[in-house]
T-cell receptor, first 111, second 114 residues
Framework: DAKTTQPTSMDCAEGRAANLPCNHS???????VYWYRQIHSQGPQYIIH???NNETNEMASLIITEDRKSSTLILPHATLRDTAVYYC????????????FGSGTKLNVKP | KAGVTQTPRYLIKTRGQQVTLSCSPI?????VSWYQQTPGQGLQFLFE???????NKGNFPGRFSGRQFSNSRSEMNVSTLELGDSALYLC?????????????FGPGTRLTVL
């Protein structure tokens, strides 16, 4: 299973874009990149996922490099409610539940 | 559409007891997975059920078991509780349990073993 590396914490001003990087240099061709976030004591919340193309939904955008070794989650206009721990994981197409859920990035959105 | 619900939200047990946790997936979702989250080990996969059958299993002892009912609701049971079983137990549902399906987590059950 590919492992992910993320910065421990990041700060972002309210209203600005938050760009959260993730390194997954050992990702294999059949592994998806998923992003979740978790607010203290709540279950992880799904944000977005992708295989190799950039993806966008109502919450965020996911930019995956061409070699797929890294990705960036973009929250276009961060709000105080976006303060959470953000997890980047890779999930195997054929072993859906075998994945590595690392320590994540604590995003602090400040007024 | 209602989200994944888990009951109870909080539970306190003593060593040696057994516990049953319940999970109701999002309507229409057939895959239910269970995870254990602890500060030291992070999020770890327990098992996944699909159409009442256990389809995947993580590396946990036999004290941890589960089942899924015909309405896709799932229960998880832990017997002979140990102090190390104290954790947040999360349930997640997915339409078909495939990698391209979104997986939605419930709020979790916080289990404390004394």
């Amino acid at each position: 299973d590919a492992k992910t590396t993320q910065p421990t914490s990041m700060d972002c001003a309210e209203g600005r874009a938050a760009n959260l990087p993730c390194n997954h240099s050992t990702i294999s061709g059949n592994e998806y990149v998923y992003w979740y976030r978790q607010i203290h004591s709540q279950g992880p919340q799904y944000i977005i996922h992708g295989l190799k193309n950039n993806e966008t939904n109502e919450m965020a955008s996911l930019i995956i490099t061409e070699d797929r070794k890294s990705s960036t989650l973009i929250l276009p206009h961060a709000t105080l409610r976006d303060t959470a721990v953000y997890y980047c994981i890779v999930r195997d197409l054929y072993n859906f539940n075998k994945f590595y859920f690392g320590s994540g990035t604590k995003l602090n959105v400040k007024p | 559409k209602a989200g994944v619900t888990q009951t109870p939200r909080y539970l306190i047990k003593t060593r040696g007891q057994q516990v049953t946790l319940s999970c109701s997936p999002i309507s229409g979702h057939r895959s239910v997975s269970w995870y254990q989250q602890t500060p030291g080990q992070g999020l770890q996969f327990l098992f996944e059920y699909f159409s009442e059958t256990q389809r995947n299993k993580g590396n946990f002892p036999g004290r941890f078991s589960g089942r899924q009912f015909s309405n896709s609701r799932s229960e998880m049971n832990v017997s002979t509780l140990e102090l190390g079983d104290s954790a947040l137990y999360l349930c997640a549902s997915s339409l078909l349990g495939q990698a391209y399906n979104e997986q939605f987590f419930g709020p979790g059950t916080r289990l404390t073993v004394l």
